[in-house]
T-cell receptor, first 113, second 111 residues
Framework: EADIYQTPRYLVIGTGKKITLECSQT?????MYWYQQDPGMELHLIHYSYGVNSTEKGDLSSESTVSRIRTEHFPLTLESARPSHTSQYLCASSFPDSQGGYTFGSGTRLTVV | GQQLNQSPQSMFIQEGEDVSMNCTSS?????WLWYKQDPGEGPVLLIALYKAGELTSNGRLTAQFGITRKDSFLNISASIPSDVGIYFC???????????WGAGTKLIIKP
C-alpha cells in the first residue's frame, strides 16, 4: 500500500503551459526528493528538501521549481513546459538519516507536445 | 560527483536461471540498497545492507555488502517471469548523505 502519492499519473500538455506535479506522503518523513527518469534509464536527482522551508537543487539542472510549506507535501512546478521536459518524474521521501532507504511514489509520466 | 558502476547493463536469461549483478565504487559506503523498478512504477526497496560482509536474503533474492565496503552483489535464484524489470543499486556514504545510484540492470526473460 503506497504511503507516498503522486498525481497525476499521466499528463499530456502543450508547450508553454504551466504545470504542477503533486507529491504527498503520510509517513512523517522529513526528507523529500524529486527525480527525473527517462524510460529504462538512470535516476537523476533534480530537487530535494530536508524539511519545511528547505529546498535544494539536485545534481541535474532543471528548469522546475519546488516548495515545501508542509512536511507532507512537496510539489514540483514547471512555469513553461517544453518538449524537452517530457520524462517520468518520481517523488521519494525518507527519514533524516535515510535508514531504510527512500520510499518512492508511482511517478508522473509527463509528455509535452 | 560520486558514481556507482553497476553491471551488467542488461541481462537476457531463461526462466529458471540464476541471476547475478553487482555494483562497485571507488568510495567506501556504510549502506547499500537494492531496488527493483517495474515498468511505469517507482522503484521498490528489495534489500538493505548496513554492515560490511552482511549477507541478507529476501525470498529468492540474496544481497551481500562487500568486505571492502566498495561493492555489493545481488543474486536472484530460479528466475520467474515477474522478476523482469530494472534493478538499481544505491549506496550511502554516511547518514547525512544522499543516496548515490547505479545506472540499473535491465532483466529480460527470454520466452
Amino acid at each position: 500500500e503506497a504511503d507516498i502519492y503522486q498525481t497525476p499519473r499521466y499528463l499530456v500538455i502543450g508547450t508553454g503551459k504551466k504545470i504542477t506535479l503533486e507529491c504527498s506522503q503520510t509517513m512523517g518523513h522529513d526528507k523529500m526528493y524529486w527525480y527525473q527518469q527517462d524510460p529504462g534509464m538512470e535516476l537523476h536527482l533534480i530537487h530535494y528538501s530536508y524539511g519545511v522551508n528547505s529546498t535544494e537543487k539536485g545534481d541535474l539542472s532543471s528548469e522546475s521549481t519546488v516548495s515545501r510549506i508542509r512536511t507532507e507535501h512537496f510539489p514540483l512546478t514547471l512555469e513553461s513546459a517544453r518538449p524537452s521536459h517530457t520524462s517520468q518524474y518520481l517523488c521519494a521521501s525518507s527519514f533524516p538519516d535515510s535508514q531504510g532507504g527512500y520510499t518512492f511514489g508511482s511517478g508522473t509520466r509527463l509528455t509535452v507536445v | 560527483g560520486q558514481q556507482l558502476n553497476q553491471s551488467p547493463q542488461s541481462m537476457f536469461i531463461q526462466e529458471g536461471e540464476d541471476v547475478s549483478m553487482n555494483c562497485t565504487s571507488s568510495s567506501i559506503f556504510n549502506t547499500w540498497l537494492w531496488y527493483k523498478q517495474d515498468p511505469g512504477e517507482g522503484p521498490v526497496l528489495l534489500i538493505a545492507l548496513y554492515k560490511a560482509g552482511e549477507l541478507t536474503s529476501n525470498g529468492r533474492l540474496t544481497a551481500q555488502f562487500g568486505i571492502t565496503r566498495k561493492d555489493s552483489f545481488l543474486n536472484i535464484s530460479a528466475s520467474i517471469p515477474s522478476d523482469v524489470g530494472i534493478y538499481f543499486c544505491a549506496g550511502q556514504l554516511g547518514s547525512n548523505y544522499q543516496l548515490i545510484w547505479g545506472a540499473g540492470t535491465k532483466l529480460i526473460i527470454k520466452p
